[in-house]
């Protein structure tokens, strides 16, 4: 459980490298004149990608649920999986990634990376994070209850994602 509970901390440490990475790049693309969609689902996906992180700490510790190799080993490393893939994503968008949805006119879709084979790689990452890193360590409520409060919020995001790319000339 110690190789868990460092990779859900690691998680969080990377989730605010993540808002760094995005406060930076939304100035960069309000700069040029980008225009942010959904700004009312923005505030509950940031309470339920915390809560994920939180159930991950919690559900063990309270639950006193171990470590269960066959389970946790192989969602380990499909957590791992989707931060690379998550990264990839970032590095692929460069400037133009954020956690907000945020588009700049005239500028063409990527179609690059993880892109040339589907329309949202980046999402790909958050659905097998949200089921893998709390099944890691047994937390399967969390699993659960986040996986389907983000299908939820997931349907919501790329309605208003492909709205506001619909929009932008």
Known sequence: MIVY???????CFERLAELVVAKRNAA???ARGGVESG??????????????????????AVAH???VPALGIPMLVLAVGAQGLRWWCIRTLGN??????????GLPLVDTGPYRWFAHPNYVAV??????????????VTALVFTALNAWLLTVRLRCEIRALCATP
Do not use: D, Q
């Not at 509970?5 to 998680?11: F, G």
């Open 5 to 11: 509970y460092a990779l859900v901390i690691a998680t």
């Open 28 to 30: 960069w693309s309000l």
């Open 39 to 60: 700004r009312g689902h923005y505030p509950p996906m940031v309470v339920l990608h915390t809560g994920l992180l939180a159930g991950c700490l919690i559900e063990p």
């Open 65 to 67: 649920r171990s470590f």
């Open 96 to 105: 133009r990634w954020n956690t907000r949805v945020i588009v700049v006119p």
């Open 127 to 140: 659905v097998v994070e949200g089921f893998a890193l709390p099944l890691a360590g047994s937390a399967w």
